[in-house]
C-alpha cells in the first residue's frame, strides 16, 4: 500500500521555484496593492515553501474583506524549466455597495438604523461606512406623567450618526488603520435628569496579535454638552451641565479564547482597557478598567463561568484643565448586561433620582448554562446565576478609606432565566431575586431582559 502522508511530506523538501504569479478576478482591486501582497512568494524554492506561503497568501487576501471566493491554481506551464511552476489566485470581489436596515431592541430601548457600506472605495481594501439610528427610551409611560415635575422627555428617543473609515496599514488586513466622525443625541432622562449631546472624532490602530488577540492605541476628541435639564435636577447634573472637551488617548488589549461567543463551553475572555484625558479639553482623569471570564465545561452537559469586572477613575490636574470630571466619564453599574437584578445604573452614588455614577467599582458573577428538553440546544440554553458589586466615588484625600467603602457593602443578586442566541448576539430573559442593596440602590426583582455581546 503506497504511504501517500509519507510521500508528500518526502516531497516538500523538492526544490522548485515560481515562475510567474497572476491573481485573475479583479475588477475595482488595484494590481500593485495585490502584488505587494503576493510578491514575497517568489523567495519560495521548495514546494513545502510554496504550498505554506501560497495558503499564508490566501489567507491574507479573504482578511481584506474585499473578495467573496479566494481559489488557488499550481500551474506546471510547459513553456518554462521543469523545475518552474505558475501560482494562480481566482478572487471573486464583493460587491462594492452593502445596505442595511433594521431595527435592535434592548432593556429599556428600541432603535431603527440604517448603513451604507462603500467596500474597497480606492481599491486598496478600503472601507467607508455610513451609519444612522434613532432610538426610543420604553420606560415611560406613553400617557403623560401625573406629576409635573417629573420629565417625560424619556419617549423622546436618540439618535447617531457615524462615518467611519478603514484601510489596511501597508498590506496586511492584522494592522488596520481606522477613523470615525459621529453625531449622537443621547436621552439620559430615564435615569438621570439630562440629555446630551455628542459629536467628535476618533483615530485608532488596531493590531491583530494573534487569531485570539487584538491590540488598539486611539486618539479622541470628543465634545458634549449636557443638556435640557429636567426641574428637579441634582446638584450634580446641573455643576456638570454645559459643555466639555475630552481629548484623550487610549489603548486597551483583548484576548478570546472561548469556543463561543454567545454559548461558550471552555475558553476566556480578558480585556484592559486604559484611557488618559488632559491633552487640550477642559476634563482630565485617568481610567483603567478590567474584563475578565473563565469557563469551563461539566460532564459535557453544564458550563459554569465566573466573570469579574473592576474600574477606577483618578481626575488629575493639566495645565489648562480645570481637572474636572463630569459625570460622562464616570462608571455606571446595574443592568442585565452588567449587574442582574437592578435597574439600568441602580447601583452606587444617587442624588435624589440621578444616578451620578463613580470612580471605583468591581462586579463578580458566576453563572451556568444548560441544556434544556425539547428546545434546540444550539438556540437555547437554560440559565442560572447570582452576581454582585459595588460602585463607589472616590476621595482623592482617602484613597484607602474609598476602597474600604467599596468593599464593605456589595450588592448581590441571584436568578434563574432562559438565554437564546440570536446570530452573533447573546438574549436574556431572567427572573431576579436581589438578595441584598444598599439605600441608595434600585433593586429589581422579577423578570429582567437583556440582549449584548459580553454579560456578567
Known amino acids: 500500500m503506497t504511504d501517500f502522508a509519507g510521500l508528500i511530506i518526502d516531497s516538500q523538501a523538492k526544490s522548485i521555484r515560481i515562475n510567474q504569479i497572476k491573481v485573475e478576478g ?14 514575497p512568494l517568489i523567495e519560495a524554492n521548495t514546494l513545502g515553501d510554496v504550498i505554506i506561503g501560497t495558503r499564508n497568501v490566501a489567507t491574507q ?89 417629573v420629565s417625560s422627555t424619556g419617549m423622546q428617543g436618540a439618535s447617531a ?38 459629536q467628535g472624532f476618533t483615530a485608532s490602530i488596531k493590531n491583530t496579535i494573534s487569531a485570539n488577540s487584538l491590540y488598539e492605541v486611539a486618539y479622541n476628541a470628543i465634545w458634549r454638552e449636557n443638556h435640557s435639564l429636567s426641574p428637579n435636577a441634582s446638584l450634580t447634573i446641573r455643576k ?36 488618559l484625558a488632559g491633552f487640550g479639553g477642559n476634563v482630565s482623569f485617568l481610567k483603567n478598567e478590567l474584563n475578565s471570564l473563565y469557563v469551563q465545561n461539566f460532564n459535557n452537559f453544564i458550563s459554569i463561568s465566573g466573570s469579574m469586572r473592576c474600574g477606577v477613575l483618578f481626575p488629575l490636574s493639566f495645565e489648562g484643565s480645570n481637572s474636572g470630571v463630569r459625570v460622562n466619564d464616570r462608571f455606571q453599574l446595574g443592568g442585565p448586561n452588567s449587574l442582574r437584578g437592578f435597574s439600568q445604573s441602580g447601583v452606587g452614588p444617587r442624588e435624589s433620582k440621578d444616578s451620578i ?79 441584598r442593596a444598599t439605600t441608595t440602590d434600585l433593586p429589581k426583582h422579577g423578570f429582567q431582559f437583556g440582549i449584548g455581546m459580553h454579560f456578567m
Not at 462594492?96 to 435592535?104: K, M, N, P, S
Not at 466639555?244 to 461558550?264: A, N
Not at 437555547?380 to 482617602?398: A, P, Y
Request: proline share 4%; hydrophobic share 40%; net charge negative.
Open 161 to 198: 450618526h457615524q462615518l467611519t473609515f478603514t484601510k489596511p496599514l501597508f498590506t496586511s488586513s492584522d494592522q488596520m488603520l481606522e477613523a470615525n466622525l459621529f453625531k449622537n443625541d443621547r436621552n439620559h432622562t430615564a435615569l438621570m435628569s439630562y440629555q446630551e449631546a455628542v
Open 240 to 275: 456638570d451641565a454645559g459643555h466639555s472637551l475630552k481629548s484623550s488617548i487610549s489603548h486597551s488589549f483583548s484576548i478570546d479564547t472561548r469556543d463561543d461567543t454567545v454559548f461558550p463551553t471552555v475558553g476566556r475572555y480578558l480585556r484592559v482597557f486604559q484611557e
Open 357 to 435: 455614577g463613580g470612580d471605583l467599582y468591581y462586579g463578580v458573577g458566576l453563572s451556568a448554562l444548560f441544556p434544556l428538553p425539547v428546545l434546540p440546544s444550539n438556540l437555547f440554553r437554560g440559565h442560572t446565576f447570582v452576581n454582585g458589586g459595588s460602585l463607589v466615588r472616590m476621595d482623592k484625600s482617602n484613597i484607602v478609606e474609598s476602597t474600604t467603602n467599596l468593599f464593605a457593602n456589595p450588592s448581590v443578586a441571584a436568578g434563574v432565566g432562559l438565554v437564546a442566541r440570536f446570530t452573533n448576539f447573546r438574549l436574556e430573559l431572567n427572573y431576579c431575586v436581589p438578595l
Open 61 to 149: 487576501l479573504r482578511g481584506l474583506g474585499i473578495f467573496k471566493e479566494v481559489s488557488i491554481t499550481l500551474d506546471a506551464n510547459p513553456n518554462t524549466e521543469p523545475d518552474c511552476v505558475d501560482v494562480v489566485y481566482t478572487v471573486v470581489e464583493r460587491p462594492r455597495i452593502d445596505a442595511r436596515t433594521g431595527a435592535d431592541f434592548g432593556y429599556n430601548e428600541g432603535s431603527m438604523n440604517m448603513s451604507l457600506l462603500f467596500r474597497n472605495a480606492f481599491g486598496k481594501a478600503e472601507t467607508i461606512m455610513a451609519t444612522s439610528s434613532y432610538g426610543v427610551d420604553t420606560t415611560t409611560s406613553l400617557q403623560a406623567p401625573k406629576d409635573e415635575s
Open 26 to 39: 479583479l475588477v475595482h482591486t488595484k494590481h500593485e496593492f495585490i502584488q505587494a501582497i503576493t510578491e
